[in-house]
Structures are given as C-alpha cells and as structure tokens.
T-cell receptor
Framework: AQTVTQSQPEMSVQEAETVTLSCTYDTSENNYYLFWYKQPPSRQMILVIRQEAYKQQNATENRFSVNFQKAAKSFSLKISDSQLGDTAMYFCAFIPSGSARQLTFGSGTQLTVLP | GAGVSQTPSNKVTEKGKYVELRCDPISGHTALYWYRQSLGQGPEFLIYFQGTGAADDSGLPNDRFFAVRPEGSVSTLKIQRTERGDSAVYLC????????????FGPGTRLTVL
C-alpha cells in the first residue's frame, strides 16, 4: 500500500515571495507518477504539476516547480512570485504505473498568500 | 472542450433516504473515478471504471454504495439508506485510461445527510 504525508497543515507567504510545500511518500513501486493538485474554496481540484518517477529532471510549470528526490521519497512544490490567487488547499498525490489506477492523496496543506 | 461536470452541486437529504449523484466525464475519456472527501482531508478512492465495467470497487465502504456507467460515459453513484456519516464532498474524475494519464476532476457534489 502507498502512503502520502504532508506534514504542514497550514502555511502562509507574502505576495511575490517564494514558498515551498513538503510531501513525502512511501511505496515499494519503482515506476509511478506524482502530482500536486490545488483546491480553492470552489472545491474544484485543479492539476498544478506532474512528475514521472523515471525522469531525473524536475518538472516545472511557469511559477511552479518541484524538487523530486526519488531515493528520499520526497516531492516538494515550490511556488515563486506568489499571487493572491494561489491561496488554496494543496494536495500531493501518488499513482503507480501499470494496472493500479487510484490516486492516493496526502492530507493537504492550506496555503494563504498575504497581501 | 468541456471539463468534468457533476450534478447536483449540493444535495441535502434525510437519514435513511436514497440519493443519486451524477458525473459526466470529459468526452472521449475511457476511465472514470469516484472519490469521497471528508472535511479537512484528502480525497479517498471509492471506485474506478474502465469503459462500462467497474475495474476496481475496493474503496466502496459498504453495500449501501453502488455505482454504474451503463454506456461508458456518464456515471451515477447511488447511496441507499443514507447515514449522517455519508456527509462529504463526492468528487468525480476522468482520464484517457492508461496508467500514466492525469486525472481531471469535476467540481464535486456536497452531500449533507441530516
């Protein structure tokens, strides 16, 4: 079974600054995918970024980037130039490649961007 | 194109009643998933469809929960004899259907059982 741990229930950052959200996971799988999803108060779960475990290069998507450490089973999200619209709950999620299909989510980090 | 849609947006019912929650996936997506999200927690897997068949229903909590996808597109999650503990946001997601595909989520249905 897989587990995903987000140890920061809440974080805040000043507008325009940089913040890093932590995520660790536990799995015996060698091939898998990791995701960060954002969930604002509207409830819509929005994909932020995706990382394929077999790729050494860290994924980036505009102001969002990850630090993927496969050996340490760590997958942190860095948000640069934080904007008020980044305020949301952020979930880290894991899915093994192959036959399994369900996403396993962490408990989330509530990020508040302060003006 | 249109994203995943879910209806109703909110549903309030009384304990013991039957409810149906509907999910309309992204056109062409063969895989459809249901998750349940309790307040302050991450979503938890309920059931996954590949086409019309339930490929994995290991997350359904008990036999009061059932889901169908008769034509391989729209899915309905059915809950019989609702209990207060069933109150949660029910999220639906769809993907292209292979193990690497990203799941795209709908806005969810907030179910409240009084």
């Amino acid at each position: 079974a897989q587990t995903v741990t987000q140890s920061q229930p809440e974080m805040s950052v000043q507008e325009a600054e940089t913040v890093t959200l932590s995520c660790t996971y536990d799995t015996s799988e060698n091939n898998y995918y990791l995701f960060w999803y954002k969930q604002p108060p509207s409830r819509q779960m929005i994909l932020v970024i995706r990382q394929e475990a077999y790729k050494q290069q860290n994924a980036t998507e505009n102001r969002f980037s990850v630090n993927f450490q496969k050996a340490a089973k760590s997958f942190s999200l860095k948000i640069s130039d934080s904007q008020l619209g980044d305020t949301a709950m952020y979930f880290c999620a894991f899915i093994p490649s192959g036959s399994a299909r369900q996403l396993t989510f962490g408990s989330g980090t509530q990020l508040t961007v302060l003006p | 194109g249109a994203g995943v849609s879910q209806t109703p947006s909110n549903k309030v019912t009384e304990k013991g009643k039957y409810v149906e929650l509907r999910c309309d996936p992204i056109s062409g997506h063969t895989a459809l998933y249901w998750y349940r999200q309790s307040l302050g927690q991450g979503p938890e897997f309920l059931i996954y469809f590949q086409g019309t068949g339930a490929a994995d229903d290991s997350g359904l909590p008990n036999d009061r929960f059932f889901a169908v996808r008769p034509e391989g597109s729209v899915s309905t999650l059915k809950i019989q004899r609702t209990e207060r503990g069933d109150s949660a946001v029910y999220l639906c997601a769809s993907s292209g259907g292979t193990g690497s595909d990203t799941q795209y989520f709908g806005p969810g249905t907030r179910l409240t059982v009084l």
